[in-house]
């Protein structure tokens, strides 16, 4: 605590990382994706609440399950992918508060009572579990390519609705179509050959203001 990771593992983390679209013919191993989500689940959430859920597609039977919901340009890069991950969220997460803020049994009422908040919730700390999902992947040597260029809706039918199973998930985990996608990442190793130079980033003084 207070100590600053060494500047090789701010390399491997932020500034080397890059988004990939072309793969490495190199396989992603359960156990990887296993270790990928040991590590992401320490994000912090809201009311602990984790409300992300992830669907790992790996086989090329999800892949073609999730192909007619990418955009074109989104098509060659995931179906190449070794793995794709459906980014989603629980809109009943709070039905595991009991479990997960135990201290506070007042906070699954107070999100079963106002659907809206629950949404907002769940959105916004989906993204940042999500987040934590790409820093995780490239802590662990795998690269990211992450995408909203897809239907939600397509995804939602396909993979979370309801009385239909999800794929690599349990029926009980994933019951009722109550999950939605949030965005898309693949994983693998990339292939750096066809990466185009960095795009730049806001300065401090345009992105940032200190009070
Ligand atoms: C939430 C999100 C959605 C994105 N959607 C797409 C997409 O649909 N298709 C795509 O090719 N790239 C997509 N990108 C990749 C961005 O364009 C890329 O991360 C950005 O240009 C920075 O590139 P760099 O990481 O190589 O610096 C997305 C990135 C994020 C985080």
Redesign the pocket.
Known sequence: MGKRIADTALDTLFRD?????KWQPRPVDDQTLRDLYELLKWAPTSANAAPARFAFLRSKEAKERLRPAL?P??VE?TMTAPVTVIVGYDMRFYEQLPKLFAHSPGMKQLFERNPELAETTARRNS?LQ??YL?IAARALGLDC??????DQAKVDEEFFAAGKPCFGCDQEFFPEGHVKSN???NLGYGDGST??S??P?LPFNEACSLL
């Open positions: 990382a890059r988004t990939y679209a955009a340009l989104n890069k993204s999500g987040a790409i390519g992450p995408m909203s260029g897809f965005f898309l990442c990466l185009h960095r795009l980033r």
